[in-house]
């Protein structure tokens, strides 16, 4: 199914024409129809026999309405050029062509109408002349002229015919699973509700489907789907849709809005884009502009940041970062245009080339403006690389979608990523396989920054805590900024265990080359005390008197490496007498069936305090249970 988009100057006669081909007129306000002038966005779609639908998008020409002309255009696969025999080429049509240009519409049929007003032969022909003069300095040069007269009925089964024969040549609209509904129009129809209209693109839309509203993230649901008037129960790629949605009001959503299946996509407030600026623009393209960007059916007030310039001349084209004041929805690809508000003039446009930026860009950085030109390419491996980088760790499927590759285009490149080593598959598999869509996955960039981000943080722990083992799991957890992801944190740990970056001990991770150091001093502080706790085994300096006797960082660093065992807030014991108390209090209750503080005091000639201690520890780590005032098995 396909679209043509109108274009041309005021009263040129553009609905008139779609009334003519159609009988259906696309003025449908009230104040449209009594003034004679399109004001917003028109609708009808065109039927001949034997020929698929087309649907027609009919925009207003006059000057004061461009902003509605540009909700209408972003989504058609050729243009409908209405110039009128008797005024010729005039301001608005060469701006509307600047525009189409922009936009890469590359397929165009010129209606030249009202020729029933012309008697000179000889003035069509000068007309005709000038018309494909100016389509020469585009991408629509080749396209046809028809004359046509819209009171006579000359030549509209040729320009009928002639739409059909240009559209039957454009490709098929891409299906990338993602699907996008940019709603140019919202109303409410009595019975049925909240109804939206727009040209869907990326995917399909099926009735009953659950959605949701971007960029407010309004949740929803298909009641019903319409297209020329005829329901339909799955709406494909490049169609006209009116959707039915329960569960909002019109009041919550407006022009420029999108409607798309959960997790598809989030919304942007900034975008990095390749500019183009119009060769007759009135002014040049300067850093921190404030303009109106126009994408989808969408408007904002936005403020440009030119990146490896200062300044973009007529004709010159360039990268910039664009800051909106509200945010849109917008995928890798799409096309948009840049306006002056006041006064209003088009002053060039380009594609979206990266939609998510990670960070606020410096302006000269050549590392970066490398990467867009990348992106532009549009290599499949490429894009998807990309995507991996703006997500992070993230299942397959979704990078996929994230990168919009068409479907037949998914698998190479993710064989190609896997083959270079720049896609790691988290959970299995080995370097070079090529993983499941299901798969958590990330960028070889991103896994090198975690890498360098682990080193960076355990090497700095290591040189302030010298004694210390390692670092807690919690504490690298939270410092690595994935406290809320334990999985994944757990699945980077013991990837960066496998290829030799860390060591893991327990609940600690320390770089794979760390070792613990004492220094003489240390040595002999730690001989000292050892030697204590040897002499009276069962009554151990207190927890407070070891640490006085050896300075907290080494008495924690004898507590990591399982020489010492604290059981209490207040008891420490090696940990060799510790394991051979409680081997023989085992065997103690294997024998007597159970044993008391009491017994456990006498047997090791030692307090209750450090008795009631041990016992504690045992029932804490489940070797006994208690049972009144005995200790039992567990």
């Not at 549009?378 to 979608?401: C, F, W």
């Not at 081997?583 to 009491?598: F, H, N, P």
Request: with cysteine; hydrophobic share 40%.
């Amino acid at each position: 199914m396909k679209v043509i988009g109108t274009a041309g100057h005021v009263d040129h006669g553009k609905s008139r024409l779609i009334l003519a081909i159609t009988g259906i007129n696309p003025d449908r306000l009230k104040e449209e129809q009594e003034r004679e002038m399109t004001i917003d966005l028109g609708f009808a779609w065109l039927e001949a026999s034997g020929k698929e639908k087309i649907g027609i998008i009919d925009v207003p020409g006059h000057i004061d309405f461009i902003d509605n002309m540009l909700a209408g255009v972003g989504a058609i696969d050729a243009a409908l050029i209405v110039i009128a025999a008797d005024e010729g080429i005039m301001p608005q049509t060469r701006e509307h062509l600047s525009i189409l240009d922009l936009l890469d519409i590359e397929r165009a049929v010129v209606a030249l109408t009202k020729i029933d007003l012309i008697e000179d032969e000889e003035w069509l022909g000068l007309v005709e002349e000038e018309i494909s003069s100016m389509l020469a300095q585009t991408k629509l040069a080749s396209s046809p002229i028809i004359p046509v007269s819209s009171e006579t009925g000359v030549g509209l089964e040729r320009l009928v015919m002639t739409i059909h024969d240009v559209l039957s040549e454009s490709e098929a609209r891409r299906n990338v699973g993602r699907p996008r509904l940019p709603i140019d129009r919202v109303f409410s129809i009595s019975g049925f509700g909240t109804v939206v209209t727009g040209t869907l693109i990326d995917g399909d839309l099926n009735a009953g489907q659950e959605v949701v509203v971007l960029p407010e993230g309004r949740k929803s649901r298909i009641r019903g789907l319409q297209t020329h008037k005829q329901k339909i129960e799955t709406a494909v790629p490049g169609s006209r849709v009116a959707a039915n949605l329960t569960g909002v009001e019109v009041g919550e959503l407006e022009r420029g809005d999108v409607v798309s299946i959960p997790g598809a996509y989030s919304e942007t407030r900034s975008v990095e884009v390749h500019y183009r600026h119009l060769r007759d623009a009135d002014t040049k393209l300067q850093h921190n502009m404030k303009l109106k960007m126009f994408t989808g059916s969408s408007q904002r007030e936005a403020r440009v940041r030119l990146l490896g310039c200062n300044e973009i001349k007529p004709e010159e084209t360039g990268w910039l970062q664009i800051m909106l004041e509200k945010p849109i929805v917008a995928a890798r690809g799409d096309h948009y245009i840049l306006r002056r508000p006041s006064p209003g003039t088009t002053l060039g446009g380009g594609v979206i080339v990266e939609p998510h930026p990670r960070r606020k860009r410096k302006r000269f950085d050549e590392g970066n403006i490398k990467r867009l030109k990348e992106l532009l390419k549009g290599k499949p491996s490429d894009l998807l690389s990309q995507s991996l980088n703006d997500l992070g760790p993230t299942r397959l499927a979704e990078a996929v979608r994230h990168a919009s590759i068409e479907k037949e285009m998914q698998d190479q490149a993710v064989r190609e990523l896997s083959e270079k080593g720049d896609l790691i598959n988290l959970e299995d598999g080995q370097s070079g396989d090529t993983p499941k869509m299901s798969a958590l996955v990330v960028s070889r960039e991103v896994w090198n920054d975690y890498i360098d981000r682990i080193n960076q943080i355990l090497g700095l722990f290591h040189r302030e805590n010298t004694l210390r083992l390692g670092m807690p799991f919690e504490e690298l957890k939270t410092r690595l900024k994935i406290s809320d992801k334990a999985k994944l944190f757990y699945l980077i740990l013991q990837r960066a265990e496998d290829i030799g970056v860390i060591k893991i001990d327990q609940d600690r991770v320390a770089l794979s080359g760390h070792e613990v150091v004492l220094t003489k001093t240390q040595e002999k502080a730690k001989s000292e005390m050892l030697d204590v706790y040897k002499s009276k085994p069962y009554t151990t300096p207190s927890v407070k008197e070891s640490i006085e006797m050896v300075g907290d960082d080494l008495y924690q660093c004898l507590l990591e490496t399982g020489e010492l065992l604290q059981v209490s807030k207040d008891v420490v014991l090696c940990y060799e007498d510790y394991q051979e108390m409680s081997d023989l209090i085992q065997k103690v209750i294997k024998r007597e069936g159970s044993i008391t503080v009491a017994e456990v005091r006498d047997l090791f000639n030692t307090s209750r305090k450090y008795a009631l201690a041990v016992m504690e520890h045992l029932d804490a780590v489940g070797i006994t249970t208690r049972k009144g005032d005995k200790r039992v098995l567990a």
